[in-house]
């Protein structure tokens, strides 16, 4: 029997790898009849260390990236430094019908970086993706007080009040007019608007405020008699 020796991997990264074996010794009642070195060597395999990296849900509003302020959760046992993260797929507001979101229809996938001097080799990693949230960014469209001489178009040039702030790169064209071209007091004001972000506009949800009226004015006429 063999009753004691020690095996040292001659290498730590997982693989088929050489062992060293020493301080090999040999008990039992036979002993005598076998002759047997106390070194050798031998091979076996160090197997990936295996790793589940699971994306954590978020939910927050749309800013124009992908990006997520949270970590992924690691279950198994990790032996080397390492950097994870998290990201959506998409930096757009999940929208289906009618530019309606939905709800928990984003994906957040997770990433991992392990320094073990081979690019992660020694280590078996499963990536768990997850769902989550971007929702749309708020912003409010207010008709302001406008006046004008009578000219026979709805038109106005005064520009309509807007609240609140695009994503860099986004743009956003806004007008209001009147609900007649006739002159008068207290007259309705329509609004309407174009935005562009690579969405169609579902990034965003636009409060409208129409509380604001306008008046035309009679044109002046001058009538001579020849």
Do not use: C
């Amino acid at each position: 029997d063999v009753t004691s020796a020690i095996a040292v991997f001659a290498d730590p990264n997982a693989g088929s790898r050489q062992v060293a074996i020493t301080n090999l010794s040999l008990t039992g009642g036979d002993v005598a009849n076998y002759s047997a070195p106390t070194d050798g060597t031998t091979t076996a395999t160090i197997d990936p260390a295996p790793l589940t990296v699971t994306a954590t849900s978020e939910t927050r509003v749309y800013d124009g990236s992908t990006g997520s302020s949270l970590l992924p959760a690691i279950a198994g046992t990790l032996y080397d430094d390492y950097t994870s993260g998290q990201a959506f797929v998409s930096r757009n507001v999940p929208v289906g019908l009618f530019g309606l979101p939905i709800a928990g229809g984003s994906t957040i996938v997770p990433f991992i970086r392990i320094d073990d001097g081979r690019g992660g080799a020694n280590y078996a990693v499963r990536l768990e993706s997850t769902a989550g949230m971007i929702e749309q960014r708020q912003l409010q469209l207010a008709t302001v007080p406008t006046t004008k001489v009578y000219d026979g178009s709805t038109g106005t040039e005064a520009a309509p009040s807007l609240t609140g702030s695009l994503v860099d790169g986004d743009s956003i064209t806004v007008a209001q007019r009147y609900t007649t071209p006739n002159a008068g007091t207290g007259i309705l004001l329509s609004l309407s608007w174009t935005i562009v972000d690579g969405n169609d506009g579902g990034n965003y949800s636009l409060i409208e405020v129409r509380t604001a009226r306008g008046a035309i004015t009679p044109r002046d006429l001058h009538v001579s008699a020849d």
